[in-house]
């Protein structure tokens, strides 16, 4: 069986396709697997799970003029690795950061799930027409739900994809029909299954098709169909969270009853999404006392003792809040949806959607070996390597003008660099094993391979039509003549 393709190669692929010339660079930074206990909060047995980080950061290069030597360099391509010590060519402009994901994959072994959850999606503005944005994110997603593509090490009968996004002009919507009909050609042929999954809270079905100007079905292009509302009342595609995580749960059944279920159970909790605000408002309300803090965690104290008192602390506080907490019990799925409609996030004048699609697969028809579980695979890095480098990204950089975007560009692909120059190769004892996560390794060797790369585009097809110039977008007011011959700025 041939070696599966790395994310930054996959990705790669994808922004080969673009229409136009330019030359893409791409830094794919993905952290080692580890354990991760806030995925359900609200369950009592919490579930095997391992949280991923992943972060992807492209930037681009625009011709300055038409140079000789462009053919020749589209086929060769320039080499992995170099180019980032300034050697940028001939003929290109300034390296300028164009677009950014951020995104976290959970993967849970005891029901052999994995949950692709996109955080963030931006752009700076400073990419030429088509912004690649739209094709990275789309080949993000295929990348992990795609049984076919997915690393050898992510092995799950069922994945599922969440977003939180801007719902207008359909962006979003039409990525997902397109990953999914990618994913589902053959559906039921070889036990592959896809379901799309959409709701604009406070909208019924006809509303939001009518907002986002397409029907609520898939479109002619899409050959899986969309469905309106949430996933957390089906029964066809087992939730993530074992239906044994609660011991309130009376039925190994996925029933939804307001009175025996936990809705902690059924809906994740993802850093930085309204859902999980929401969740966590219901699990520390209480008729009595109203909304409760949260406890105050305690301080860890060395020795054989202090292990016993947080043993036996564990205890106490595993019999104290044993029921469901809150009003998790009481609040059915349907009606957590139609609260959300008032949330400060889904009312603040923009239209918001949240978009779910479930993958279901055989381990058979997926590349790779392993048991399902969390492992090493080729390409990752310690999570404090992701945490350090967003950081810098989101606090020490601007991209509102060329300079400063070309400044910023070159500050953070040296730190990335350095990141990886300044970290030893390290081989985890005996490889890593489910339950034994092992950190990243961060070298040059493995930067060249799998974090950095680099494609030149030459298309036909683009803005222009031709493989040639291509001059920078400029956002500039639109402007209309007067009558008297002066010009009126259009608002």
């Known amino acids: 069986m041939t070696e599966s393709k790395n994310l930054r190669d996959a ?48 930037s681009e290069q625009q011709p300055v003029g038409v140079g000789k030597g462009l053919e020749k360099e589209k086929e060769g391509e320039e080499k992995e ?61 295929a990348f992990y739900a795609d049984p076919t593509q997915r690393p050898a090490g992510m092995r799950a009968e069922r994945v599922w994809v969440h977003l939180f996004a801007r719902a207008q002009g359909q962006w979003w919507k039409r990525v ?60 066809d595609i087992p939730l993530p969270c074992p239906p044994n995580a609660d011991s309130q749960s009376h039925t190994h059944s996925h029933s939804h009853s307001c009175s025996t279920y936990n809705l902690g159970r059924y809906i994740p909790s993802f850093d930085d999404d309204p859902k999980a605000r929401f969740i966590d408002e219901l699990g520390y309300t209480t008729e009595a006392e109203g909304i409760k803090s949260p406890a105050r965690k305690r301080q860890k104290t060395g020795g054989e003792k202090g292990k016993r008192e947080e043993e036996g602390s564990g205890e106490r506080e595993g019999k104290t809040h ?12 349907d009606e957590f949806w139609e609260r959300m409609s008032f949330r400060q996030e889904c009312v603040a004048g923009a239209m918001t959607g949240f978009f779910t699609m479930a993958v279901t697969s055989p381990l058979s028809r997926q590349g790779g070996e392993g ?17 350090r480098v967003l950081a810098s990204l989101m606090t020490g ?5 060329v300079e400063r975007a070309r400044w910023s560009t070159g500050k953070l692909e040296e730190t990335i ?25 961060g070298s040059l060797e493995k930067y060249n391979s799998d974090i950095y790369g680099s494609v030149v585009v030459c298309n036909a097809g683009g803005a ?22 002066g010009e009126e700025v259009m608002r």
């Open 464 to 485: 222009r039509g031709v493989c040639g110039r291509v001059g920078v977008t400029v956002l500039t007011a639109r402007k209309k003549k007067r009558r008297g011959g």
């Open 176 to 235: 997902f029909e397109e990953v999914g009909g990618e994913v589902g050609k053959g559906e039921g042929e070889e036990g592959v299954g896809v379901r799309l999954f959409y709701v604009l809270p406070g909208m019924s079905e006809f509303e939001a098709s009518q907002s986002m100007g397409v029907s609520a079905g898939a479109s002619s292009q899409s050959s899986v169909s969309w469905h309106y509302g949430h996933p957390y009342s089906q029964t």
């Open 417 to 441: 660099r350095g990141l990886c120059e300044g970290l030893g190769p390290v081989t985890p004892p005996g490889g890593v094993r489910e339950g034994c996560v092992g950190e990243g390794v």
């Open 11 to 58: 990705l790669l692929s994808r922004l080969a396709t673009l229409p136009g010339t330019r030359r893409f660079h791409l830094h794919v930074l993905v952290s080692s697997p580890r354990k991760h206990t806030k995925l359900y909060p609200f369950v009592q047995h919490h579930p095997k799970t391992f949280i991923q980080d992943i972060l992807v950061l492209l």
């Open 371 to 387: 048991s399902g579980g969390a492992a090493e695979q080729r390409g990752q890095v310690p999570g404090q390597m992701n945490k």
């Open 397 to 401: 950089h601007e991209f509102s003008s």
């Open 81 to 141: 690795g170099e180019g980032e010590k300034g050697k940028d060519g001939e003929g290109w402009g300034p390296r300028v950061f164009v677009s950014a994901i951020e995104a976290s994959l959970y993967t849970l072994p005891t029901t052999s799930s994995a949950i692709l959850y996109i955080s963030k999606v931006d752009s700076t503005g400073q990419s030429s027409h088509p912004s690649p944005t739209r094709t990275l994110a789309r080949a993000l997603l």
């Open 322 to 333: 044993g029921h469901v907490p809150g009003e998790l019990g009481k609040v059915c799925a």
